[in-house]
Structure formats: structure tokens, C-alpha cells
């Protein structure tokens, strides 16, 4: 699928979906078109909110019929894996410089330095650099994340690791307005490599637009 010079298609968007009451938390990355189906249902949609906190499935469910997301969208995040699959490494080293430029988000990976770098080493914020081992092992780890959205099916199994990304930077106390500024950062970056694509145009009605 090519995504492409079409202002109605649906864009990749990448969002941060925290459970009320719970530290459980997870990414979700898709192709919303907002104004899809919005017209066709008038009734009220009844959800059960306990249900949404704990069974994952179900708080999918919710955010692709909330967002609009359909198998089609699906589809064309897969689509793009041939495309982005060689610009993770680019964008991964742009997520860390950025995550680095401001003592607010720094202040994170420096206070988990000792549960991966050399510990005889005496390093202050302002010293604190990429090429930590910590960060080496944080870059990989990204990228394995990033290269799986694109890649494979929205199951179950796709849902438990995504909870569990969440839950890891919960349990490291990151607080979620820098969570939702770094994905908004990402997004915009991968916006960009989307537009820069050059082999062809996307039928916006195939693509669900």
C-alpha cells in the first residue's frame, strides 16, 4: 500500500493509551481516518468501562471503533514495513537524541545507569551520553518494538507485549506527559518518511478514505 499525496487518507498515528485506576498502560500505533464512520452510527455505543481495565481485547476493540480503525487500516500498517523497514535505525537515533536534549526525560535512563553501566564510572546528567551501554541495549530493543508493530498481526500475543511495554515505564516512574510528547515526536517523524515516499499515489477509497 502506498501512502502517498491523498489529504483524506488515513496517516500512521501513534498513540499512548493509559487504564484509569491502573498502572497497566499500552502503545498502540494505526491509521485512523476520524472522520470514518462517524455519520453511520448515530446510537449510542455502550461500553462496559470495568471491562476496558481489564480485558485487553476488549480495550482494543474500543480504541479501533473509537479512532475508526479498521482491518484495511491494519493492512496498511503492514504495508508499510517495506518502506520503513530500513529507516528504524534513523528513526530510533532520533528518538534518543531527542530523549536526551532535555534534563526532564534524561533524568530517566540516568537513574537506571547502575543496573546496566560500568558502576566504577562517575558520570553526572550533563555527562551522561549515548553511547552508554544501557542505551545501546534500549536503542535495540526499540527498534525490535517498532519493526514488530509493522510486521505482526494485532492478536492477542500482540496485545500482552504491548501491555507489558507499558507496564515497564510505568514501574520506572515515567511520568505520561513525556510519553505522550516523545510519541507525538515520533509520529511526526514517521509522517514524514511516509510523505517522502515517491513510487506512486494511494487510492484514497481503497484505502478506506
Known amino acids: 500500500a502506498i501512502l502517498h499525496r491523498c489529504t483524506n487518507q488515513t496517516l500512521i498515528v501513534v498513540l499512548f493509551c493509559q487504564v484509569p485506576r491502573k498502572t497497566s498502560s499500552f502503545f498502540l500505533i494505526c491509521l485512523p481516518n476520524t472522520t470514518k464512520n ?7 455505543v ?8 481489564t480485558d485487553l481485547e476488549y480495550r482494543f476493540q474500543y480504541l479501533c471503533q473509537f479512532i475508526g480503525i479498521t482491518e484495511q487500516d491494519i493492512e496498511l500498517i503492514h504495508g508499510s514495513a517495506s518502506f520503513l523497514g ?3 535505525d534513523g528513526l530510533v537515533d532520533a ?8 534534563s526532564c526525560t534524561k533524568k530517566v535512563f540516568f537513574s537506571q545507569r547502575e543496573k546496566y553501566d560500568d558502576p566504577s564510572q562517575t558520570v553526572t546528567l550533563d555527562t551522561y551520553d549515548l553511547n552508554k551501554p544501557q542505551i545501546g541495549m534500549r536503542k535495540s530493543s526499540l527498534k525490535r518494538f517498532i519493526v514488530r508493530l509493522v510486521t505482526k498481526p494485532y ?5 500482552q507485549a504491548l501491555d507489558s511495554m507499558g507496564r515497564i515505564h510505568k514501574a520506572v516512574n515515567v ?12 509520529q511526526d517523524a514517521i509522517l514524514a518518511e511516509v510523505f ?14
Not at 95 to 102: A, C, E, M, Q
Not at 175 to 186: P, W
Request: charged share 25%; aromatic share 8%.
Open 155 to 159: 492478536d492477542k500475543a500482540m496485545l
Open 175 to 186: 511520568d505520561l506527559i513525556h510519553m505522550q510528547a516523545l510519541l507525538a515526536f515520533v
Open 46 to 53: 455502550q461500553i462496559d468501562e470495568e471491562k476496558l481495565i
Open 86 to 88: 530500513h529507516k528504524v
Open 95 to 102: 528518538v534518543y537524541d531527542r530523549l536526551f536534549s532535555f
Open 196 to 209: 517522502k515516499m515517491d513510487t506512486g499515489t494511494v487510492d484514497c477509497e481503497a484505502a478506506g478514505g
Open 38 to 44: 462517524m455519520s453511520e452510527n448515530s446510537s449510542v
